[in-house]
T-cell receptor
Framework: AQKITQTQPGMFVQEKEAVTLDCTYDTSDPSYGLFWYKQPSSGEMIFLIYQGSYDQQNATEGRYSLNFQKARKSANLVISASQLGDSAMYFCAMREKISQGGSEKLVFGKGTKLTVNP | NAGVTQTPKFRVLKTGQSMTLLCAQDMNHEYMYWYRQDPGMGLRLIHYSVGEGTTAKGEVPDGYNVSRLKKQNFLLGLESAAPSQTSVYFC???????????FGPGTRLTVL
């Protein structure tokens, strides 16, 4: 079963508008972490924002905010005031335990391609 | 700080050839990881290391070996490359097992 689901293969937004990228997750672990990464056409993976399962407030980092709805198991990324440079693939990821020793890996969704139009 | 670096950036191999990908980090991170990214998919964990001298298998370890002789370096080896190993390989590192992972720029490998 897919643990991270990104239902939007592609999204379009006008420059300066806000856009929401969807992410739902599945886990039975009460302690987990959710990440969003940006992958521009140049290929690197850039960390954007993190939300811990016990965090009381939604995470924010500049123009990025995470709309965390724990009961719905969703962690949507909101980008405000879109810029042309925001055009990229966006991946939602969740920490998942590898072993009892505390090691964890990231489980990724398939990504959403965001295109910002001028 | 350079962060996480990977060499080479691109490589083309013939089936059966061997090669080593090098990952280096200058953030004094304990944990290092190798992922692969295939078209239409997110990243999948190949191998990881929780500290110098340690390695462990991820979810897709077959056909790969790794070594972590120095804390700052994590090597990924392909002993006999196969076309199924054509992919983009990413190295990542983190301070602890539950901390944010920071990625290198990736290595695009093609096996003919």
């Amino acid at each position: 079963a897919q643990k991270i689901t990104q239902t939007q293969p592609g999204m379009f937004v006008q420059e300066k508008e806000a856009v929401t990228l969807d992410c739902t997750y599945d886990t039975s672990d009460p302690s987990y972490g959710l990440f969003w990464y940006k992958q521009p056409s140049s290929g690197e993976m850039i960390f954007l924002i993190y939300q811990g399962s016990y965090d009381q407030q939604n995470a924010t980092e500049g123009r990025y905010s995470l709309n965390f709805q724990k009961a719905r198991k969703s962690a949507n990324l909101v980008i405000s005031a879109s810029q042309l440079g925001d055009s990229a693939m966006y991946f939602c990821a969740m920490r998942e335990k590898i072993s009892q020793g505390g090691s964890e890996k990231l489980v990724f969704g398939k990504g959403t391609k965001l295109t910002v139009n001028p | 700080n350079a962060g996480v670096t990977q060499t080479p950036k691109f490589r083309v191999l013939k089936t059966g050839q061997s090669m080593t990908l090098l990952c280096a980090q200058d953030m004094n991170h304990e944990y290092m990881y190798w992922y692969r990214q295939d078209p239409g998919m997110g990243l999948r964990l190949i191998h990881y290391s929780v500290g110098e001298g340690t390695t462990a298998k991820g979810e897709v370890p077959d056909g790969y070996n790794v070594s972590r002789l120095k804390k700052q370096n994590f090597l990924l080896g392909l002993e006999s490359a196969a076309p199924s190993q054509t992919s983009v390989y990413f190295c990542a590192s983190s301070f602890g097992g539950r901390d944010t992972q920071y990625f290198g720029p990736g290595t695009r490998l093609t096996v003919l």
